[in-house]
Nanobody
Framework: QVQLVESGGGLVQAGGSLRLSCAASGRISSIAFMRWYRQAPGKQRELVASDDTVGITNYADSVKGRFTISRDNAKNMMYLQMNSLKPEDTAVYYC?????????WGQGTQVTVSS
């Protein structure tokens, strides 16, 4: 059984930075799909960044150039570096892993960006 725990969320002013971390316990494939999603109040959950093949990343247009996804397979960790944050980035951020054919979600971490 795999469990994901996010950390690093909080309140930050517009233009600031945060680094989200996702710690995975249990057995994770080294080629697991790793993604970050977010969900703002009243909106659908959206894909923010993905690392579906090690070394190949993709980003939502709204965060390109500002967010960076990374992973440390040796530590079973995934990260999301968020720079130049905007109020519209305010949401609950979730990490997601697809490993050995099974999907796993973290509990989410709140990111609030004040203007």
């Amino acid at each position: 059984q795999v469990q994901l725990v996010e950390s690093g969320g909080g309140l930050v002013q517009a233009g600031g930075s945060l680094r989200l971390s996702c710690a995975a316990s249990g057995r994770i494939s080294s080629i697991a799909f790793m993604r970050w999603y977010r969900q703002a109040p009243g909106k659908q959950r959206e894909l923010v960044a993905s690392d579906d093949t090690v070394g190949i990343t993709n980003y939502a247009d709204s965060v390109k150039g500002r967010f960076t996804i990374s992973r440390d397979n040796a530590k079973n960790m995934m990260y999301l570096q968020m720079n130049s944050l905007k109020p519209e980035d305010t949401a609950v951020y979730y990490c997601y892993v697809l490993s050995y054919g099974r999907s796993y979600w973290g509990q989410g971490t709140q990111v609030t960006v004040s203007s």
